[in-house]
């Protein structure tokens, strides 16, 4: 019996410090940035996307082997299960990809304010020629999109 006691006492001392403990959480921070920083192929290694119009990848740039890698910074919160990878524009034939990293981007205080994110894009995705991309993604809160885009990506395969 006095077992019985010990433990419901523990347990209401338990349930009053956790009802005491307060957590405050602040929303997600809104989804203002989306750039792309860099690709590669297996054979090419990263060549920096530009960040400015037209958006354009230095020419002769050619990626070469089966998969191109983006890497993407987030500045916000974007909804990912409405995140695409687009050919041509934001009204584009959504891109087949895998998800191959993804790192919280935190400040000075280490509260998270975006992501990296690293993508893996088949070539068959892409075609042959020279391919522009969009990437679509929309604020987690307010479903506001984003878009930003790299132009030019010319793609080989690897020989066999």
Request: charged residues 20%; negative net charge.
């Amino acid at each position: 019996m006095r077992q019985i006691l010990c433990t419901l006492c523990a347990v209401f001392a338990l349930l009053c410090l956790a009802s005491a403990a307060q957590v405050s959480a602040a929303p997600a921070p809104a989804l203002t940035q989306v750039v792309p920083i860099a690709l590669r192929a297996e054979e090419t290694v990263w060549i920096p996307a530009e960040e400015a119009y037209p958006n354009r990848l230095p020419e002769g740039v050619v990626f070469r082997g089966e998969h191109l890698y983006v890497k993407t910074r987030f500045i916000g919160y974007p909804a990912w299960n409405l995140l695409t990878y687009r050919s041509v524009s934001e009204t584009g034939r959504d891109l087949s990809y895998t998800e191959v990293e993804r790192r919280p981007l935190t400040d000075s205080t280490r509260i998270i304010i975006g992501y990296e994110q690293t993508v893996m894009i088949p070539f068959a995705e892409l075609g042959t020629g020279e391919v522009d991309l969009c990437i679509a993604a929309a604020d987690a809160g307010s479903g506001a999109p984003r878009y930003a885009y790299v132009r030019g990506i010319r793609t080989e395969k690897a020989p066999q």
